[in-house]
């Protein structure tokens, strides 16, 4: 009687052949050839129901025989798979925690059995002939990483992925500006590199300017109050409270009156400005002239009178928030 194939196990592999390939039936005693179509491949017989053999290289789908003395016996289909092939990932670099999505487009990527980055396995989440999504896996390090696609066609060549350190944020300066915002802050840190945003609690920053990896510059947003300064790359986002990453916005200075709102041309006398958001005040000016000052509170700066030519000097002060309105004061003969 002539052999019997109940099933090829698995009924496909690599076009390039070389799988093993176990071939399940009866009548196998005696049997003298094992056919992939119209080519033979070598084979091994484990009993008169079971028989391995190997792969040849091959397209399409084609039957597989087994021919003992008895005879041909039926054919079961067995499909060469091609090799797939990927061309892209999209995006191809991401933060080292992992857990973000990316496409891996190519071709013969059907039926997705694995995708590795490095030696770590990827979630597959969708499978189309020309695209493979999948979860990223975490990694221990910052550094590139292979991602190979596996199908009953082999696994693919592989493709860079770039896993990016998070960044983080050590310094501001200035680390206080007025509410309207505008003003130019340099950022401090690292990992800045491919910074994609920066924000101020809730306000975006705009005019974002790489300088290194190590330091960017960004113009502050209008806000209030003090807020987490955070950046945003490839590698995620800065951690909130991490170095000096707090950013306060003032409000601009006021000088309401001097006391006394004269003195001599000589200076050297004391005189007492009052007036709102004084605390962050950095320069008093009398016309041109810097005074040596001390901020008392947010509503009081005593200051040194500089020497002036006799006549009226607009006394200003200026802070972080900006310079405020002037007012005079009369330097006496």
Do not use: E
Not at 1 to 14: E, K, L, R, W
Not at 229 to 235: A, E, F, N, R, Y
């Amino acid at each position: 009687m002539a052999p019997v194939v109940t099933s090829v196990v698995p009924n496909s592999g690599p076009a390039a052949g070389g799988a093993t390939v176990t071939i399940n039936g009866s009548g196998f005693t005696g049997v003298t050839g094992v056919k992939f179509g119209t080519v033979s491949t070598p084979f091994y017989l484990i009993s008169s129901t079971k028989i391995t053999a190997i792969s040849p290289a091959g397209t399409g789908t084609v039957n597989v025989t087994v021919s003992t003395t008895a005879g041909v016996s039926n054919g079961v289909a067995y499909t060469f798979v091609p090799t797939p092939v990927i061309s892209s990932l999209a995006p191809d670099q991401g933060p080292t925690a992992g857990a973000n999505t990316v496409t891996i487009a190519g071709t013969s990527l059907a039926g997705a059995t694995a995708v590795q980055f490095g030696t770590s396995p990827a979630a597959i989440t969708g499978n189309t002939s020309t695209q493979v999504t999948v979860t990223v896996p975490s990694a221990a390090a910052a550094a590139p990483a292979d991602v190979t696609v596996t199908t009953a066609g082999g696994a693919s060549t592989p493709l860079p992925y770039y896993y990016i350190p998070n960044p983080a944020i050590t310094l501001l300066s200035p680390n206080q500006g007025p509410l309207a915002g505008g003003n130019t802050v340099t950022i401090t840190g690292s990992g800045l590199t491919l910074t994609s945003a920066v924000r101020f609690g809730t306000g975006t920053a705009t005019g974002i300017s790489i300088v290194s990896d190590s330091q960017i510059t960004a113009v502050a947003p209008s806000g209030s109050g003090s807020v987490t300064v955070t950046v945003t790359t490839p590698g995620g986002t800065s951690m909130p409270g991490l170095g000096s990453a707090y950013y306060t916005y003032l409000a601009a200075p006021n000088v309401s009156s001097l006391n006394p709102a004269q003195g001599p041309a000589l200076g050297g006398n004391t005189v007492t400005i009052t007036g709102s958001g004084l605390t962050y005040a950095d320069q008093v000016l009398f016309g041109a002239v810097p005074a040596s000052f001390t901020a008392v509170s947010d509503t009081q700066i005593t200051a040194v009178a500089p020497g002036g030519a006799p006549g009226t000097a607009t006394v200003v002060v200026h802070t972080p928030a900006g310079s405020s309105t002037g007012i005079p004061y009369q330097y006496l003969t």
